[in-house]
């Protein structure tokens, strides 16, 4: 009898538990950003776009655009980048849409911008 009564507490105790954490942090989006493609990509996921410095119409805001093709599957060129570059850094991306690759190089301010977009014939 006293196995089955210390069941019933570490249950209840564990039951409890859960229910306190669930209360305190609730259902939460985790996105683990820990590489440096990985926090550059999230930052440019999460800061506004300067939509007057959208170069082409297809560059739209909308999930099938070539901006969120770049932003969510580019690779990040860290080489050919400027990073540290005053007032604002600038980041070039390469990936491929519709069977052709293209460079985008972004402006990280306050907002992002997007400075240029071309095929890439490398």
């Known amino acids: 009898m006293a196995f089955l009564r210390r069941l019933l507490f570490y249950a209840i105790g564990i039951g409890l538990g859960i229910l306190i ?10 996105d683990y950003a820990y590489g440096p493609q990985a926090r550059v990509k999230k930052n440019f ?9 959208l ?9 099938d655009s070539i901006y969120f093709k770049a932003v969510v599957d580019a ?3 860290f080489g050919s980048s400027e990073p540290r570059k005053e007032p604002c850094g600038e980041f070039l991306l390469k990936f491929s849409h519709d069977s ?8 990280n301010c306050d907002t992002v911008r997007v400075l240029s977009l071309e095929k890439d014939i490398d």
């Open 21 to 30: 954490v669930l209360a305190f942090f609730g259902d939460r989006d985790f």
């Open 75 to 77: 690779r990040v060129a």
């Open 55 to 63: 170069v082409q119409p297809l560059l739209d805001m909308s999930r």
């Open 45 to 53: 996921r999460t800061k506004p776009v300067d939509s007057t410095s």
């Open 100 to 107: 052709y690759a293209y460079k985008m190089v972004l402006e």
